[in-house]
T-cell receptor, first 113, second 118 residues
Framework: AQSVTQLDSHVSVSEGTPVLLRCNYS??????LFWYVQHPNKGLQLLLK??????LVKGINGFEAEFKKSETSFHLTKPSAHMSDAAEYFC???????????FGAGTTVTVRA | GAGVSQSPSNKVTEKGKDVELRCDPI?????LYWYRQSLGQGLEFLIY????????KSGLPSDRFSAERTGGSVSTLTIQRTQQEDSAVYLC????????????????FGPGTRLTVL
């Protein structure tokens, strides 16, 4: 069985400063890992995914994440936050051949002007 | 092209009534998923369709919940005799599915239906 722990329920950053969202996973098999973003009253949008290729994954809107097997982590970063990054972010895991996604509890990001 | 659409966007109902939630997946996507997003429970998997069949119903919380999919396209999630604890946002997703193992690739999500049971 797989599971995800997002270490911060809320992150507040100033515009133009780096963003770090932390995620640890547990998986019985080789996992696929994802980060999704949800803006208010909008659907979930995929930011990026790791499926066994390069461990540093680049996504949309300047986000990237690094898969670290030894630490069972998949932290999401962005060098410079923008006001439009204010949203809820979900770290998600699935076993490689499993369709079922397991979501973390989410991290709410606020961006201060 | 069009994404996943869901209707209604909001539904308010009285305890004990039945409700139907609709999902229109992306054209050509053979796999369809229902999730529930509620306070305190986060996002939970409910059911998965491959074509019109549902090989995995393990996430349905009770026998009051059922879902069907017709024509390999539209899906309806039905909740009978609604309870207050059914209040949540119900999300639908679809994906291209390849291979018998059900590996899914990217799941594209709809905007959800917010259900409020009074």
């Amino acid at each position: 069985a797989q599971s995800v722990t997002q270490l911060d329920s809320h992150v507040s950053v100033s515009e133009g400063t780096p963003v770090l969202l932390r995620c640890n996973y547990s998986s019985s098999y080789s996992p696929s890992l994802f980060w999704y973003v949800q803006h208010p009253n909008k659907g979930l949008q995929l930011l990026l995914k790791y499926t066994s290729a390069a461990t540093l994954v680049k996504g949309i809107n300047g986000f990237e994440a690094e898969f670290k097997k030894s630490e069972t982590s998949f932290h999401l970063t962005k060098p410079s936050a923008h006001m439009s990054d204010a949203a809820e972010y979900f770290c998600v895991v699935s076993d490689r051949n499993d369709y079922k996604l397991s979501f973390g509890a989410g991290t709410t990001v606020t961006v201060r002007a | 092209g069009a994404g996943v659409s869901q209707s209604p966007s909001n539904k308010v109902t009285e305890k004990g009534k039945d409700v139907e939630l609709r999902c229109d997946p992306i054209s050509g996507h053979t796999a369809l998923y229902w999730y529930r997003q509620s306070l305190g429970q986060g996002l939970e998997f409910l059911i998965y369709f491959q074509g019109n069949s549902a090989p995995d119903k393990s996430g349905l919380p009770s026998d009051r919940f059922s879902a069907e999919r017709t024509g390999g396209s539209v899906s309806t999630l039905t909740i009978q005799r609604t309870q207050q604890e059914d209040s949540a946002v119900y999300l639908c997703a679809s994906s291209l599915v390849s291979g018998p193992s059900g590996s899914s690739g990217e799941q594209f999500f709809g905007p959800g239906t917010r259900l409020t049971v009074l």
